[in-house]
């Protein structure tokens, strides 16, 4: 399963969903009133994948409750979530995707799902992915 954020009206949406649809991966998109929800919240209920080992992990060390609640002032980018699957089909789904996407334009921040950031809401993962962007666009304006 592929948890879509501010993904509605983006450009790459037809190429995901067709993607989404080679892979054999279930899109949910995430309603916006869920984004300070933590990411286990979100796939309890009829989201919950029953094989899915992390919606049984204990809880690990987890930011503070300001961490989790950025100002309301912060937008959240485009952002797909894996969840439920290994490394290797993130990948070749990032591939896929990038061959049906050719000649789109448009961002997506892109994640798995892991036992630290289950915990996370997806403001604060947006967060943590914008600054990774910003430290490794920063390391290659160096070289």
């Known amino acids: 399963m ?5 993904l509605e009206n983006h450009p ?3 190429s995901i969903n067709l993607t989404a ?5 279930e899109l949910v998109h995430v309603a916006k009133e ?3 929800t933590p990411l286990k919240d979100i796939l309890q209920g009829d989201r919950t994948m029953p094989d899915n080992p ?37 990948s070749d789904f990032v591939d896929q995707l990038k061959i049906q996407s050719r000649g789109q334009s448009g961002a997506v921040l892109k994640a798995m799902l892991t036992p630290t950031n ?11 992915l914008r600054e990774e962007r910003a430290y490794h666009q920063q390391r290659r304006n160096r070289k």
Do not use: R
Request: overall charge negative; some cysteine.
């Open 54 to 90: 992390l919606s049984k992990a204990a809880p690990l060390a987890m930011p503070s409750a300001e961490g989790l609640m950025p100002s309301a002032d912060i937008q959240i980018e485009p952002m797909m979530i894996f969840t439920g699957m290994n490394p290797d089909q993130v």
């Open 21 to 25: 649809g080679l892979m054999g991966q």
């Open 2 to 6: 592929i948890l879509l954020f501010e």
């Open 118 to 128: 289950l915990h996370w809401s997806a403001l604060y993962l947006c967060s943590h």
């Open 34 to 36: 869920e984004y300070q």
């Open 12 to 14: 790459l949406l037809p």
